[in-house]
T-cell receptor, first 116, second 108 residues
Framework: GAVVSQHPSWVICKSGTSVKIECRSLDFQATTMFWYRQFPKQSLMLMATSNEGSKATYEQGVEKDKFLINHASLTLSTLTVTSAHPEDSSFYICSARESGRGETQYFGPGTRLLVL | DAKTTQPPSMDCAEGRAANLPCNHSTISGNEYVYWYRQIHSQGPQYIIHGLKNNETNEMASLIITEDRKSSTLILPHATLRDTAVYYC?????????FGKGTSLLVTP
């Protein structure tokens, strides 16, 4: 149980294009999902918190107009990197917290983005 | 959330117990101790969590000192697949704050 998937697992795109990453909780409902970013040899950094049916809360320094987050259902959150640039190349990881079952977060496998 | 301190790296021989320490001297009463691990190029994996009692599951045991200022994650019989970065996180809600963790290397 408590499986989270991400799609795609990796993506290569040209500078200036937009990329959408999906995060799904497969066997539970998640009121809250989180998006993290991890650069090489660094730890995970929280980008934003996504609550189903409401606007995401972004961490300081994360541009909300560049990283669009939508949490339209209890099992799906999407992160769209708009007008991607090479410095956006990173490992993007989502996590989900099961509704009414405590604070444990379960993570997806991550999406590796390379912007050329 | 309280800050944690972990050794940057540890080695363990395959088949032996791996004991990973964590200090969290500023932990408050309602904060849990969580352990996650991240194998290279994968998302973090939940291992175990506890409040004040020792906990055990199929992956590991968590020993929390009586004053709750430190804890130890125990992998009873480490395998090569346990090589990963292990994160100790003190958490009371909201998002997880990942520090640098302990890089555990299990050797043959």
């Amino acid at each position: 149980g408590a499986v989270v998937s991400q799609h795609p697992s990796w993506v290569i795109c040209k500078s200036g294009t937009s990329v959408k990453i999906e995060c799904r909780s497969l066997d539970f409902q998640a009121t809250t999902m989180f998006w993290y970013r991890q650069f090489p040899k660094q730890s995970l950094m929280l980008m934003a918190t996504s609550n189903e049916g409401s606007k995401a809360t972004y961490e300081q320094g994360v541009e909300k107009d560049k990283f669009l987050i939508n949490h339209a259902s209890l099992t799906l959150s999407t992160l769209t990197v708009t007008s991607a640039h090479p410095e956006d190349s990173s490992f993007y990881i989502c996590s989900a917290r099961e509704s009414g079952r405590g604070e444990t977060q379960y993570f997806g496998p991550g999406t590796r983005l390379l912007v050329l | 959330d309280a800050k944690t301190t972990q050794p940057p790296s540890m080695d363990c021989a395959e088949g032996r117990a791996a004991n990973l320490p964590c200090n969290h001297s500023t932990i408050s009463g309602n904060e849990y101790v969580y352990w996650y691990r991240q194998i290279h190029s994968q998302g973090p994996q939940y291992i175990i969590h506890g409040l004040k009692n020792n906990e055990t599951n199929e992956m590991a045991s968590l020993i929390i000192t009586e004053d709750r200022k430190s804890s130890t994650l125990i992998l009873p019989h480490a395998t090569l697949r346990d090589t990963a970065v292990y994160y100790c996180i003190v958490h009371s809600g909201y998002a997880l704050n990942f520090g640098k963790g302990t890089s555990l290397l299990v050797t043959p």
